[in-house]
């Protein structure tokens, strides 16, 4: 975000100022479960009530019809919790999200108040940018703020409609997400180790191209690897392999050995007969996997070679679970490399939803250098491409 306008560069003082941010927190019967999200917003929040903006938050929250009010994913609970966090008052606001009620209650607010609105995806405009909820957006304010990492790979009406009519400038979180991400991908300190797994090559061929151009090693975990292992002429048995993805991993394969990138694949595999806990199991090669099992995690060889190279490297990116680390049978690999991962002494970033909850599973959390809030616009950043979120913003002058 380097040249993007934050809030730091611009005078909110007894302005309205629409910071979107990303609430979209898991739920248990109207309470809160985990509220990292909430919790990361409060420096952009803090600093915008200390310098008396006169805040209006927006976020959605889950996965509403859109149309109506569903009290299920209301923000209400989310209120309540940033509420306590912040020790001040926040103003919820029912009735339609944009509509006349919350143009004259935006215009009522006072420097250093807070409102909050409904769930933004209440409202259909929201998905599809429509033109109409945008402009009703961008009338509650005199500056939007971007603070909603989490959302904004998606070109929804309040991460890049607003910005259109309105100055923008990216929040706290936004920029430390970015900043961090994108300077990894820049400017790595070297050895830099990019750890990619999880279930698909189709999922990740953005990210596993575009960090075979920048890291010196590319480790190759999870459920994608018997498509690389199928690519290199192994019979993989019943694991889950994408044959239509076999090409493109030996291209892969070839280019980093083009590119002088190590890029390492298992040795030996942890297999079972089903896809259950309580499956028979098998340590094996990568050579001697039977024809009726599947392989659910890499091996104790291959994860002792993993660590020693994440342990050395000066930088690590983590992307993508080694194995189906859900299942304590399974979990090992992911276990093992999340150690090494901890063990490290370099710039350590983890970005991807499954990723971050199995180093929390592990307790390893706060041995890492940064955590990233954002599944897919993690994701997006690790392909190189631009968020629309960012784009959007108001460029420094020069
Ligand atoms: P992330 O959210 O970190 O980007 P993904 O969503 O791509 O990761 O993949 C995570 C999922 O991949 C996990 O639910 C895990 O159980 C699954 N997985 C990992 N290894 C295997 C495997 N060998 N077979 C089947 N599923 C796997
Ligand atoms: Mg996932």
């Given amino acids: ?198 279930s698909k090559v189709s999922d990740k061929i953005g990210i596993i191209d575009n960090l075979i151009e920048i890291a010196d090693t590319v480790i190759i975990g999870g459920a994608m690897c018997f498509t690389f292992l199928a690519a290199q002429g192994h019979s993989v048995g019943t694991s889950k392999m994408e044959e239509d993805m076999v090409e493109t991993a030996k291209g892969m394969l070839e280019r980093a050995k083009a590119k002088g990138v190590r890029l390492m694949i298992p040795t030996d595999v942890v297999c079972a007969d089903m896809f259950a806990e309580g499956a028979r199991t098998l340590v094996c090669g990568v050579d001697a996997i039977p024809s009726d099992m599947m392989g659910l995690d890499i091996g104790p060889e291959t994860t002792a070679a993993y660590a020693e190279v994440i342990e050395a490297s000066a930088t690590v990116l983590w992307n993508g679970p080694m194995g189906v680390f859900e299942f304590p049978s399974f979990e090992a690999g992911t276990k093992g490399v999340a150690q090494a991962v901890a063990a490290c002494s370099g710039e350590t970033v983890i970005g991807g939803g499954d990723s971050v909850a199995a180093i929390k599973k592990f307790g390893l959390a706060d041995q890492v250098s940064f955590i990233s809030t954002g599944g897919g616009a993690s994701m997006q950043l690790l392909e190189g491409k631009e968020l629309p979120g960012v784009a959007a913003l108001d460029d420094k002058e020069v």
């Fill in 1 to 198: 975000m380097k040249n993007k306008k934050t809030i730091e560069d611009v005078d909110v003082a007894g302005k309205r100022v629409l910071v979107r941010v990303d609430f979209n927190v898991p739920l248990y019967e109207g309470i809160v479960m985990d509220d990292t999200r909430i919790r990361e917003a409060l420096p952009t929040l803090r600093y915008l009530i200390e310098h008396k903006a006169r805040v209006i938050i927006a976020s959605h929250l889950g996965r509403p019809a859109g149309g109506m009010f569903e009290s299920q994913f209301s923000m209400m609970p989310a209120a309540m919790r940033l509420i306590q966090l912040l020790g001040q008052p926040v103003t919820l606001l029912g009735g339609p999200i944009a509509g006349e009620q919350a143009l004259s209650a935006s215009l009522a607010l006072k420097d250093g108040e807070v409102m909050m609105l409904e769930n933004l995806r209440f409202n259909k405009g929201e998905k599809r940018n429509d033109l109409a909820f945008v402009r009703k957006l961008a009338a509650l304010c005199d500056i939007y703020v971007d603070d909603a990492f989490g959302a904004s790979h998606r070109a929804h009406a309040s991460i890049a409609g607003v910005p259109q009519f309105v100055p923008s400038v990216g929040g706290f979180l936004l920029a430390k997400e970015v900043n961090t991400l994108n300077k990894m991908l820049e400017d790595p300190k070297r050895p830099f180790t990019a750890i990619l797994g999880g």
